[in-house]
């Protein structure tokens, strides 16, 4: 399961989101069925970063979200994000490259 967000920080707080973004990297690579998590940022907008994950399951991406160290990053989206979350989810068709 891949999911990818696309985050827009509000005027001014691109730097401060990705602080509170770079936070989550560690502690949800750790996870149990975490298969890898990058954080990206934009190189024609500083105030846009993407996060790209994929989990072993959707259970393990589910759970993801209810960890709380993601639960501390929800409670901060409303002051630091601008708009809604661009969350969107994706299955692997072809063969892993591995």
């Known amino acids: 399961m891949t999911n990818i967000a696309f985050i827009k920080a509000k005027s001014g ?11 989550l990297v560690e502690p949800s690579r750790e996870e149990a069925g975490c298969i ?5 940022r934009s190189e024609t907008d500083p105030d846009l970063w993407c996060v790209y994950e994929n ?3 959707a259970e393990d991406l589910a759970q993801h ?15 630091l994000v601008e708009g809604d979350l ?5 299955r692997m068709v072809s063969s892993p490259a591995w």
């Open 13 to 23: 707080l691109g730097d401060e989101l990705g602080r509170r973004l770079t936070d």
């Open 36 to 40: 890898n998590y990058d954080l990206h």
């Open 55 to 57: 989990c072993c399951t």
């Open 65 to 79: 979200f209810d960890l709380p160290h993601m639960q501390t990053f929800a409670a901060e989206v409303p002051r």
């Open 86 to 90: 661009d969350l969107r989810r994706f």
